[in-house]
């Protein structure tokens, strides 16, 4: 494991300084190596950098992935409220339209059969107005047949007259028939 308080940079490598000891290492190999050490040590500085910062773009999409995950379960658990509150909507509606409905048309019905009576009861004081107006058209024409029947009995006053005058021809008696019309009204 590596003990965080000792951190080493590329320019605490390039300053770092030796002393000579008699039996030493090369100075000019040591610095050669300290200068690849450091210069290692920048590359590998500058990709932690780039590593970190592409980590942190990471954690970034993540959490903005994590982010629309929750919208979009939001959304859909609202999507299926609200399905399930416009199905109960629509079902309340079609119940109400359905009573609606029922309630209409019995009213219809019922208007139709009060009309229905009424034509019946209007149809009914027509045909009693009809028998009353034949009853009296055949009263009348009795009347009239009683007349006509009185009046051809009766002496003509023209014969009579011609009696009081002297006159010895008497004329033919006629009969004038009955009209047909006039029977077929009688006979109901």
Not at 139 to 159: G, K, M, N
């Amino acid at each position: 494991m590596i003990d965080e308080s000792f951190r080493l940079t590329p320019l605490d490598v390039r300053r770092q300084h030796f002393d000579n000891a008699m039996r030493g290492y090369d100075k000019a190999q040591v610095d050669a190596f300290r200068e690849r050490v450091a210069d290692e040590m920048e590359d590998l500085t500058r990709r932690i950098q780039d590593l970190e910062s592409k980590a942190r773009g990471f954690h970034e999409q993540l959490r903005a992935f994590r982010e629309r995950d929750k919208a979009l379960n939001d959304a859909l658990v609202s999507a299926q409220q609200l399905r399930s509150e416009m199905r109960e909507q629509a079902e309340r509606e079609s119940q109400l339209i359905l009573r609606e409905a029922k309630a209409e048309g019995d009213r219809l019905v019922e208007a139709a059969r009060s009309e229905a009576r009424r034509i019946a009861a209007d149809l009914e004081g027509l045909d009693r107005s009809r028998r009353a107006y034949i009853l009296q058209l055949r009263q009348l024409a009795e009347r009239q047949l009683a007349e006509l029947d009185a009046a051809a009995a009766a002496p003509s006053p023209v014969l009579a007259s011609l009696a009081l005058h002297g006159e010895d021809a008497a004329p033919t008696k006629t009969h004038h028939p009955t009209p047909a019309w006039l029977d077929s009204l009688v006979k109901e």
